[in-house]
């Protein structure tokens, strides 16, 4: 799409994720992809409030949409599949659903075996409760300390694919993160922020008995924008 720059008299963007869509969708305003080439200071963008430091430092003006987001995390679902071949399954964390779609339809369409669930906060289930009714839906409010899986709606682009490609879907409550915050550091020497920790506390949690026997299953671990203080107050070391 082409946008004349003198068309665009102010740009506004909401990012409804904490940092990944503050990101991606940045460059409009930036200047990388044009469109905001010459608006100056009458660019913004809108991000949490209470978004950690870490991640805030690091916000950056890049190009995104949702779709390209679907699209570059279909590259990471095959890299993962030619990484670790053999997986019986792969446990991803959800938020808006752009990881979980785009890792999902890479590696179902690679592998028609491979079983992919997904992992939300107890507080900000949308895909889940998407998933139940059958179309999107928009929470009236979202509760979890995982900041970035807390966008309050599933989109219909990434709810279609996710239904298509997604085996199952499970909750997992701020509490279960937290203990698998404090498993990942002593365990693994991962120091990551709530929403990095959710895919693993569902395998330890409410997966835990359909990923036994010897299943071969993958995790991917998305989320290290946290600073020491927020870290040392949410995880159970």
């Not at 219909?156 to 509490?175: G, K």
């Not at 990942?184 to 997966?207: C, H, I, S, W």
């Amino acid at each position: 799409m082409s946008i004349s720059n003198r068309a665009v008299l102010a740009c506004l963007v909401i990012a409804a994720s904490s940092q990944v869509h503050a990101d991606g969708i940045g460059s409009a305003i930036g200047g990388a992809s044009g469109i905001g080439r010459g608006v100056g200071d009458q660019s913004g963008i809108i991000i949490p409030a209470k978004l950690n430091r870490i991640a805030l430092s690091s916000t950056s003006i890049l190009a995104g949409s949702v779709n390209g987001t679907v699209l570059g995390t279909a590259s990471l679902g095959a890299e993962f599949l030619e990484q670790t071949p053999g997986l019986d399954a792969v446990v991803i964390a959800v938020g808006g659903g752009g990881l979980l779609a785009g890792a999902a339809a890479a590696m179902k369409q690679a592998s028609p075996q491979l079983a992919v669930y997904g992992v939300e906060p107890a507080g900000a289930d949308s895909l889940s409760r998407s998933f139940a009714v059958g179309k999107p839906v928009t929470l009236e409010r979202v509760s979890t300390i995982a900041d970035s899986l807390a966008p309050p709606m599933a989109t219909p682009y990434t709810f279609e694919v996710c239904r298509r490609f997604v085996d199952s879907l499970v909750v997992v409550d701020d509490e279960a993160m937290r203990r698998t915050m404090g498993i990942m550091f002593r365990d693994l020497k991962l120091a990551v922020e709530p929403a990095g920790a959710a895919a693993l506390a569902g395998v330890l949690g409410p997966l835990r008995a359909q990923l036994s026997g010897g299943r071969r299953v993958g995790v991917v671990v998305c989320g290290s924008n946290i600073d020491l203080e927020t870290f040392y107050r949410y995880a159970h070391i």
